[in-house]
């Protein structure tokens, strides 16, 4: 993952080419560029652009793996309009990405702004946010269901210790399974977004707030008006980021409910696997994950949109 | 450093990288004759914790000096995924074994296993328990090896203590009650009456055994009976929580071999399962088997159970030496060497029960005797194209019901109107 795709590396000065020697150098610098890149652009083909192409072919053909594929146009599509499991998982995913993202945007920044400040022992504490990202996901989702384990749960038992007598059932709970994957992701991702915030925040110039304070403006007004304009770059890319991974969200939730109860936490990733892998039924799910790629596809490209307006 | 150094070790490494992919897709393949032994390869799930393969393998070389035979070794949940992948590359793995009859329908529908009539006729198809769920159409693809079914375990000691009878000629509802008298908390510690895993075949594989209903009819109203016991149950207290069961991930070997449970329906596997465990050391608990608790008392004894095989691969680099071994280990020979590590073989005749209630630590006692011999055992999933996805619904719902989110009769109505446009239409 790069940040420097979003925050603007400045362009060396390029010296206007006036010899033959010096277009003869300029082929030879791209060539060793491109040598550079190789093994990594190797390694994209063979395992990911290959493998997508060959996917949004075969979204138009019927394909079990043991025979040939079978061109059947825009049948696979018109299966997945008619399912009913197709708008499950579709409006599953929606609402995770509407809960996950700003969620996790808010509380990310919110953690920045504590922990961005000198004080002793601050270390420990950035770490400590930090710790759940590079925790095993596996580990997370297994600590999390304990916790929300409807009877026995700290979660409710904290609940009905605060006077709650009708706790929610959590991940046995169809209304209240996707709310509990939704926290449980937010605590796991609010680290390293926190990170990154915490990076935005420190190039902010101190002198834009003493000159606010000047002005006479209260903390408020400072967050609104120096902090959160500052911090525009860095949100873009988080909200992208952070999109991008919500609509692709599985292993957290297979491990966590496994889609259930019901359908309740079914995602379309999930949909895909179960449909390939799961049933042999690489065609369609196929036509699933292009259907997937063009949402998030549609998403990140309205996002950049705005932000280009806004920078105007 | 100069440019054209760099550029050399980019390239190195890329070639570095080139030779390291091709190294690690060769290195698996080699197959043949070594020091005159003929390789077998079969494909084999979790092999350090699935006990038979070992026995199986090692008896057959010790019977057959020039066979060695080499583990595929998979993992038990990514099985039938990988060897569909393995199958459509091409592979030549001699032996596979069949892990369930869905996927073996998917396998012989398209052409990947070799027809063994030959190898069934000379076992005997009259004592092959479950041979029908292989038989495509007079052919067969795969011998049964191994065949499991389900019945009752249940704790003698906490039955004593509760001043009850072994669980003898249960119906549903005696069971229910016996159950909730069973059920107590001393010391601040629960002890359910029973325990029911959040399987869906608990409730639905029994009601379709037991009232000869079809899984993938969408027509599902035999399901009822048996949905309103395990609510019953569940609601009594009597059982633990499917909700609880579900979100903790909880093992029903925990909860029998802790005495947590006093009585658990369950799968013949696990016979083999707590004689390690109790050999190991890890549970003292004193258990016997009962039949299955039935709808009626007439004595009849309905279960339901699945069988694992051997097919032989049509790539197999060993077609006859693979055909050999499937005789072997579904024949009597095969059943003797699983029997005694507590693995229910397919092949049933006197010798071979003589041979397995000989094991060392299963309870010998006449109902558990009984148990091993339900006078029916019907197939856990009809075999078709449509079990897969038929699974898939049936589950999803079963969750839905059992968590009380859906009544047990919209439960069914909703798996019927799902099963009936999803899959059948």
């Known amino acids: 993952m790069t940040t420097q795709t979003i925050t603007q590396a400045p362009v060396p000065e390029r010296t206007a080419p006036h010899s033959r020697g010096n277009r003869k150098q300029a082929r030879r610098n791209a060539l060793i560029g491109w040598t550079f890149i190789l093994p990594n652009f190797l390694g994209f083909l063979a395992f990911t652009l290959i493998p997508v192409l060959a996917a949004f072919a075969l979204s138009f053909m019927e394909w079990t793996s043991f025979s040939a594929p079978k061109w059947v146009g825009l049948k696979n599509f018109e299966r997945m309009i008619a399912s009913d499991s197709f708008w499950v998982a579709l409006r599953n995913t929606v609402v995770y990405a509407l809960g996950h993202v700003p969620l996790t945007m808010a509380l990310a920044l919110v953690l920045a702004m504590l922990l961005n400040r000198k004080l002793k022992g601050i270390g420990f504490f950035r770490v400590a946010i930090f710790f759940p990202y590079i925790t095993s996901l596996v580990a997370v989702a297994v600590v999390w269901n304990m916790l929300f384990s409807p009877d026995s749960g700290p979660v409710n038992q904290f609940l009905h210790g605060i006077g709650i007598a009708e706790a929610p059932g959590w991940t046995s709970s169809s209304d209240w399974a996707l709310p509990a994957v939704i926290i449980t992701s937010v605590w796991r991702d609010m680290g390293y977004y926190m990170v990154l915030y915490l990076a935005g925040l420190q190039a902010i110039p101190t002198e834009l707030y003493e000159a606010a304070e000047v002005d006479g403006a209260s903390a408020w007004q400072r967050f609104w008006n120096v902090t959160l304009p500052s911090l525009r770059p860095t949100t873009f890319f988080v909200v992208v980021m952070l999109t991008v991974s919500s609509f692709k969200v599985f292993d957290l939730i297979v491990v966590m409910t496994n889609g259930g109860p019901g359908r309740s936490t079914t995602v379309l990733s999930q949909l895909i696997y179960q449909e390939g892998i799961g049933e042999g039924k690489f065609g369609y799910s196929s036509a699933i994950s292009l259907v997937l790629f063009l949402i998030v596809l549609t998403v990140t490209v309205l996002q950049f949109k705005i932000q280009q307006r806004r920078e105007r | ?425």
């Not at chain 2, 070794?73 to 009859?101: E, F, H, R, S």
């Not at chain 2, 009822?224 to 569940?234: F, G, I, R």
């Not at chain 2, 009597?332 to 397995?356: H, R």
């Not at chain 2, 798996?415 to 446009?421: E, F, N, P, S």
């Open chain 2, 1 to 425: 450093m100069k440019r054209t150094t760099l550029a050399a070790i980019a390239l190195a490494v890329t070639a570095g990288l080139g030779l390291t992919g091709c190294a690690g897709a060769a290195g698996p393949a080699e197959t043949g004759n070594q020091n005159g032994k003929t390789k077998l390869t079969v494909s084999v799930w979790n092999y350090e914790g699935t006990p038979e393969f070992k026995a199986l393998f090692d008896g057959y070389e010790a019977a057959n000096p020039n066979v060695d035979i080499e583990p595929v070794d998979i993992l038990a949940d990514d099985y039938p995924q990988k060897v569909t992948t393995m199958l459509a590359g091409g592979d030549t793995t001699d032996v596979l074994t069949m892990k369930n009859v869905i996927d073996y329908a998917r396998y012989a529908n398209n052409g990947q296993l070799q027809e063994i009539n030959s190898v069934v006729d000379s076992v005997g198809k009259d004592n092959l328990a479950s041979l029908d769920a292989f038989d495509m159409n007079g052919k067969y693809f795969a011998a049964p090896y191994r065949q499991d079914f389900w019945l009752l375990y249940y704790n003698k000691d906490l039955f004593k203590a509760a001043g009850i009878d072994d669980p003898k000629d249960l119906t549903w509802e005696k069971y229910s009650e016996i159950a909730k008298k069973l059920t107590s908390t001393a010391d601040g510690k629960k002890v359910y009456g029973t325990y029911h895993h959040i399987w869906r075949s608990v409730v639905q594989a029994i009601a379709a055994a037991q009232n000869g209903g079809d899984q993938i009819s969408g027509e599902y109203g035999f399901f009822e009976d048996q949905y309103n016991t395990a609510l019953d149950l569940q609601k009594s207290g009597a059982t633990l929580d499917f909700g609880t069961a579900k979100s903790q991930k909880t093992s029903y070997r925990t909860m029998f071999e802790t005495g947590q449970a006093a009585m658990m329906p369950m799968g013949t596997w696990y016979i083999a399962g707590i004689l390690q465990a109790k050999k190991d050391g890890k549970t003292n608990v004193n258990w016997g088997l009962a039949p299955l608790p039935q709808k009626d008392s007439s004595g009849k004894v309905s279960t339901f159970g699945s069988p694992t095989a051997f097919a032989v691969n049509k790539n197999a680099a060993h077609s006859e030496e693979a055909k050999k071994f499937i005789e072997w280990a579904a024949g009597e020979e095969g059943a003797k060497t699983i029997s005694k590590i507590g693995v229910v073989p397919a092949l049933q005749n006197d010798a071979v029960t003589a041979e397995y209630f000989k094991l060392d630590g299963l309870p010998t006692d006449a109902l558990s005797k009984k148990a091993f011999t339900p006078d029916e055992t019907a197939l856990e999933m009809p075999v078709s194209d449509k079990s897969a996805a038929t699974d898939k619904i049936l589950n999803q719902e079963h969750d839905l019901v059992m968590v009380g989110e859906r009544s047990v009769t919209d439960g069914i109505a909703e798996m019927g109107k799902r099963v009936k446009d999803e899959v059948l239409k």
